[in-house]
T-cell receptor
């Protein structure tokens, strides 16, 4: 079956620093990668959509300069939270779209202190 | 754009009973309707999905029904077990690289 590996599973960083989250599709090619944000007891909110080799498309209200997305290959996409602040603390999840449909990563718990 | 409503927000059932979660969607162009189970601190896991060319799909204790005319689809879990306790999300969209819109989620508690 399709597997998406997401790392790190959790990270604590100081306010003002940047954090990179990585998602890899292990056994299939992910033509499209989606990045979601989830607050406690809430649903998944789509942040951006990226296609391999193209610039990401951001949802309304999502700061593209704060949440940098790179999808350089069909198996790797990264989300970088730049100049993180406490309000960026959340659960970030990637989802890869490919031959097997939509497969989610295991999520990254980001805490900014 | 697509809008998905999900009910109920919480559902408590006795072990062995059935659980039903319902979703409605707004965009008639949507043709893919997956259901995900999410456990605490983990990413969503696909449990079953249905495409618009069928009305029902079953996988052991789990089934999904789709009514395209009414634009609603439902998840049915029979013979519930404590390990079924989790948050369940429905979603709707167009397949193959298009974004999915998620419902608000249902917290399912199975009491033993």
């Amino acid at each position: 079956g399709a597997v998406v590996s997401q790392h790190p599973s959790w990270v604590i960083c100081k306010s003002g620093t940047s954090v990179k989250i990585e998602c890899r599709s292990l056994d299939f090619q992910a033509t499209t990668m989606f990045w979601y944000r989830q607050f406690p007891k809430q649903s998944l909110m789509l942040m951006a959509t990226s296609n391999e080799g193209s610039k990401a498309t951001y949802e309304q209200g999502v700061e593209k300069d704060k949440f940098l997305i790179n999808h350089a290959s069909l198996t790797l996409s990264t989300l970088t939270v730049t100049s993180a602040h406490p309000e960026d603390s959340s659960f970030y999840i990637c989802s890869a779209s490919g031959y097997y449909g939509y497969t989610f990563g295991s999520g990254t718990r980001l805490t900014v202190v | 754009g697509e809008n998905v409503e999900q009910h109920p927000s919480t559902l408590s059932v006795q072990e062995g009973d059935s659980a039903v979660i319902k979703c409605t969607y707004s965009d008639s162009a949507s043709n893919y309707f997956p259901w995900y189970k999410q456990e605490l601190g983990k990413g969503p896991q696909l449990i079953i999905d249905i495409r618009s060319n069928v009305g029902e799909k079953k996988d052991q204790r789990i089934a999904v029904t789709l009514n395209k005319t009414a634009k609603h689809f439902s998840l049915h879990i029979t013979e519930t077990q404590p390990e079924d306790s989790a948050v369940y999300f429905c979603a709707a969209g167009m397949e193959y690289g298009n974004k999915l819109v998620f419902g608000a989620g249902t917290i399912l508690r199975v009491k033993s």
